[in-house]
């Protein structure tokens, strides 16, 4: 009853004005409920002055911090502020000082017992010369995990680093006595020898070139695994990729009395936009397989156009056998890595199990997916889609439906050409074999070379000699390639402001490397190199390379 008389301004039934008990008793209420509310509060609160006095503290900020009201009323807000975050706190109280609010600072306070916590508070005032009202929030849990996760974060990509270094470095140091082995090897097979020499070199030669595909097995997944395998984007004519794979297989079919076919349907887009290299690697993974895993009948290829929106063809390949087909059960587990159907499958055929892994994940990169239908005993059927942007430029269309019998020939002539222009070549190569192997595909091409063991002994010779071109490779010791390279290019912008001095302005450099690293070619070419060839070296490729840097037609 005393509440309803109180809420009314007037008494109409006495005639007398309660309006002033009512004003007194609402504030009254209201400065209650406010003081129970700053008691009950979970969060830290706090009544201060711009100057960082404290005049008043809740419960929760006792507890949180364990300072008494009577403790912080002899202290300064700056003092409880962690040395490291005082100049932002006191840039705070400058704010509120010039009636600007504090939302979402963050600063660490310190505890009674020495510690410190993270505090996120906002703070408004009632005027320059009234009380600040700051609120709190305890977030050391959630600036704790912050940190956690960064550092964990950081560790992370350390290890992804060391392991990237690591895998360039076994690239290097395993595709360089390859380069030796295979190169010198194919050299050798080009002297006279007797059928029993040759016999025994081919073998060598055959199990060089497995070894190699091993190793190139288990630097792309290596790649993979790090995520630092890069695709291209270029422009490439479909059918002479696909027919590529095919033809790069052929021999070992006929080899084995197989038939290998390929049949390409007439709607299928002959120029497209994507990593031809990866796709042809797919096709030969899967063409490979199929090859190795069936002893009689055939393997054919085919590919259609599944659908075309918005410029791009979604394309569905597949790779027939009549082998030895996959068991039911084994057919998720072959595109795992380093799973075969049966292992004992890897003694009798042999290869590491990544293959199909490797094919797997590279159609996954490129926006496709793969599966496979067998049965044991008769023979499997793998499928694969990709998607790919469709080229405006129009190739001409290739024969198909054919057996693939012929194969392009990892041969270099025995002399150069009479037309071809000689030249006289700087190989800066530290591994003696390789220089060995370089300096006689030089010579049996018709040009003379000098040998550098390291970029400093290069740089040596440049200021007494004159070169056409410089073969670098990018590892070596004392001075690298891309240290050479740079010093080279320093060398001749200083030239290019001296009028009196006649040599050459830009000498043509073309990189040669075992390096796996993603962009290794970017980094090349950004160093000043004119020219990139990866190792094992194949002789077409290098005098390509050679001749384009030096502007020579081929």
């Known amino acids: 009853m005393a509440l309803q008389l109180i809420a009314s301004p007037k008494n109409t039934t006495s005639g007398l004005d309660y309006s002033g008990s009512f004003r007194f008793v609402e ?26 006095e404290c005049v008043r503290i809740n419960p929760a900020w006792e507890k949180a911090f364990g300072f008494t009201q009577a403790e912080l009323q002899r202290m300064n807000f700056i003092e409880m502020v962690h040395p490291d975050d005082r100049a932002a706190a006191i840039a705070e109280l400058e704010k509120r000082a010039a009636g600007l609010p504090t939302l979402g600072f963050e600063c660490r306070f310190r505890c009674k017992d020495g510690s410190y916590k993270w505090c996120l508070t906002s703070a408004h005032s009632d005027g320059s010369e009234g009380l600040v009202y700051v609120v709190g929030k305890d977030i050391t849990l959630r600036r704790k995990a912050e940190a956690d996760l960064k550092a964990a974060k950081e560790a992370a990509e350390a290890a992804n680093r060391a392991k990237s270094e690591f895998l360039a470095n076994m690239s290097h140091e395993l595709r360089t006595p390859m380069n030796g082995i295979i190169g010198l090897t194919e050299v050798t097979l080009e002297t006279d020898l007797t ?16 070894l190699l595909g091993i190793l190139n097995d288990i630097l792309d997944f290596s790649k993979i695994e790090a995520r630092k395998l890069n695709f291209d984007a270029a422009e490439f004519d479909a059918r002479k990729t696909i027919e590529s794979a095919v033809n790069a297989l052929a021999i070992r079919a006929h080899q084995k009395n197989l038939e290998l076919t390929s049949y390409i349907e007439p709607d299928v887009p002959a120029a497209l936009i994507g990593d031809s290299g990866r796709l042809r690697q797919v096709l030969i993974n899967l063409i490979g397989n199929g090859v190795k895993f069936t002893e009689h009948g055939s393997v054919r290829v085919g590919v259609e156009r599944l659908s075309e929106e918005r410029g791009q063809a979604e394309l569905h390949f597949t790779v027939a056998d009549t082998g030895i087909g996959i068991p039911a059960s084994k057919q998720r587990a072959i595109f795992q890595s380093f799973n075969q159907a049966d292992s004992s499958l890897t003694r009798r055929f042999g290869g590491t199990g990544l293959g199909l892994s490797i094919a797997s994940q590279l159609v996954h990169l490129m926006g496709g997916r793969i599966w496979v239908e067998s049965e044991q005993g008769h023979g499997s059927i793998f499928h694969f889609t990709v998607r790919l942007p469709i080229a405006e430029t129009r190739f001409e269309p290739q024969r198909e439906d054919h057996p693939h019998l012929d194969i392009e020939t990892p041969e270099p002539p025995d002399s150069a050409p009479a037309d071809k222009r000689h030249l006289r070549l700087l190989v800066a190569e530290d591994n003696p074999v390789n220089q060995m192997l370089v300096a006689r595909l030089i010579e049996k091409q018709g040009h003379t070379c000098r040998i550098a063991e390291n970029g400093q002994q290069a740089l040596k010779l440049l200021e007494t000699e004159q070169f056409d071109c410089i073969l670098m490779d990018v590892q ?78 081929a």
Do not use: W
Request: charged share 30%.
């Open 476 to 553: 070596m010791p004392v001075m690298n390639g891309i240290e050479a390279t740079a010093a080279i290019r320093a060398a001749e912008s200083g030239r290019a402001t001296d009028k009196s001095n006649c040599r050459a302005a830009h000498l043509p450099i073309v990189a040669m490397t075992a390096d796996a690293m993603v962009g290794d070619r970017e980094r090349c070419l950004a160093a000043g190199m004119d020219g990139y060839v990866p190792k094992p070296v194949k002789i077409k490729e290098l005098f390509s390379a050679v001749e384009r840097a030096c502007g020579i037609s």
């Open 27 to 52: 504030r009254h209420a209201a400065e209650h409920d406010c003081g129970r509310f700053f008691e009950l509060a979970l969060d830290p609160m706090c009544l201060g002055t711009h100057r960082g």
């Open 195 to 210: 059928d029993e020499q040759r016999e025994y070199l081919e073998g060598v030669k055959t199990s060089a070139d497995a």
